[in-house]
């Protein structure tokens, strides 16, 4: 898998891939339309954040490269990459349980806080993606 290089985009599939964890400088790019919402992405080393019409939605510590995102009111799906373990946070449904798998292993139940947010820490090894299933339980 690679960086993506104009930071966001809508995949063949209908999926969403943002983020360049190669990048040295923060860069950003605002108002990217995608299924009738507007996106802005931040990424670069130190961080990947991305936002749905003002909204929080990802962010990893540091940076990543996300491919394939799909939301639904199931769940979320996604693959990440890095050049190293990374701290995910994700936007849920406040106080609900999510069952988390984890590069093909459950990582059990967990659940979100008054906030809605998950926190999820990853193994990355630099250039092995890691795909990540979180569905509400």
């Known amino acids: 898998m690679a960086v993506v290089e104009e930071l966001i985009r809508k995949?063949?599939?209908?999926?969403l891939s943002f983020g360049n964890y190669e990048l040295a400088t923060k860069s950003k790019?605002?108002?990217?339309?995608?299924?009738?919402?507007?996106?802005?992405?931040?990424t670069f080393a130190e961080i990947t954040k991305?936002?749905?019409?003002g909204m929080f939605v990802y962010e990893s510590v540091p940076g990543t490269t996300v491919t394939n995102m799909k939301c639904n009111e199931d769940g979320?799906?996604?693959t990440v990459e890095g050049k190293e373990d990374a701290q995910v946070t994700l936007?849920?449904?406040?106080?609900k349980e999510y069952d988390v798998c984890i590069h093909g292993r459950d990582s059990g139940v967990m659940k979100t806080n008054?906030?809605?947010?998950?926190?999820?820490?990853?193994e990355l090894d630099a250039g092995v993606p890691v795909q990540i299933a979180v569905v509400e339980k």
């Open 11 to 15: 995949e063949a599939d209908g999926t």
């Open 29 to 42: 790019r605002s108002d990217f339309e995608y299924e009738g919402d507007l996106y802005k992405i931040k």
């Open 50 to 53: 991305l936002e749905k019409n």
């Open 76 to 78: 979320i799906t996604l």
């Open 91 to 95: 936007e849920l449904e406040a106080e």
């Open 114 to 122: 008054l906030g809605g947010k998950l926190n999820i820490s990853v």
